[in-house]
């Protein structure tokens, strides 16, 4: 399993989307590579139109082929036999599953203040939040609703005053809203992870939001 301490080193946290590769014709070994060359250590496989069994084919000849560490979207029964270095959920996967907390690398996706609350006080490795801007493409982002500057907000100054676990923001994520806070929330990436030079941009924005708060704390 991936550390924590191993997985936010890295200043973005790359989504690789079976059905925007295909929609766009990007190849995902090329993405890799990408990620791989600017300095990124681990993504998420997302393949929502897969079954299992495929995904699982899928995933292993990725992780055959690239160093970066891969994290499994919904598929938490795949972890038990196979070396993935994590799993993302979503609320519906998580109630379905009953996967809990404290099982290994486990992030969490989440949509509201309740949701974020509840969440970050149960001991996942992560809590995601979105979507947060407009601009997603990934199918989360053009099914929950939107949220607002407000909900940002409060939810990052929860995040902040617990400490803990870390913030992932999903949702149409670039160097231009990038948030400079000091809960430091890590920003997951679909179409800016598609792009070599706005991920370039969001890499940067999020390092100098890092020297920033370290510096005064």
Not at 133 to 143: L, R, V
Not at 180 to 194: N, T, W
């Amino acid at each position: 399993m991936l550390a924590e301490a191993e997985f936010f080193q890295s200043p973005v946290y790359p989504i690789l989307d079976l059905a925007v590769c295909e929609a766009r014709r990007q190849a995902p070994l090329e993405l890799l590579q990408l990620w791989e060359d600017l300095g990124l250590t681990f993504y998420q496989l997302r393949a929502k139109n897969l079954s299992m069994e495929d995904y699982l084919q899928l995933a292993l000849k990725l992780a055959g082929q690239s160093p970066l560490r891969l994290i499994v979207n919904d598929h938490y029964s795949l972890l038990e036999a196979h070396p993935f270095a994590g799993c993302h959920l979503g609320q519906s996967d998580r109630l379905h599953s009953g996967v809990l907390p404290g099982k290994g690398f486990l992030g969490l996706s989440t949509h509201n203040v309740e949701e974020f609350q509840t969440a970050m006080a149960e001991g996942w490795s992560y809590v995601a939040l979105g979507p947060c801007f407009a601009g997603g493409i990934g199918k989360k982002e053009q099914m929950e609703p939107l949220l607002s500057r407000e909900t940002l907000n409060i939810c990052l100054d929860l995040a902040h005053r617990g400490g803990s676990p870390p913030v992932v923001l999903i949702g149409g994520l670039q160097a231009d809203n990038y948030p400079m806070h000091p809960a430091l929330p890590v920003p997951a990436g679909i179409a800016a992870a598609l792009e070599r030079g706005g991920l370039k941009r969001l890499i940067k924005k999020v390092e100098e939001a890092r020297a920033l708060y370290r510096m005064e704390t």
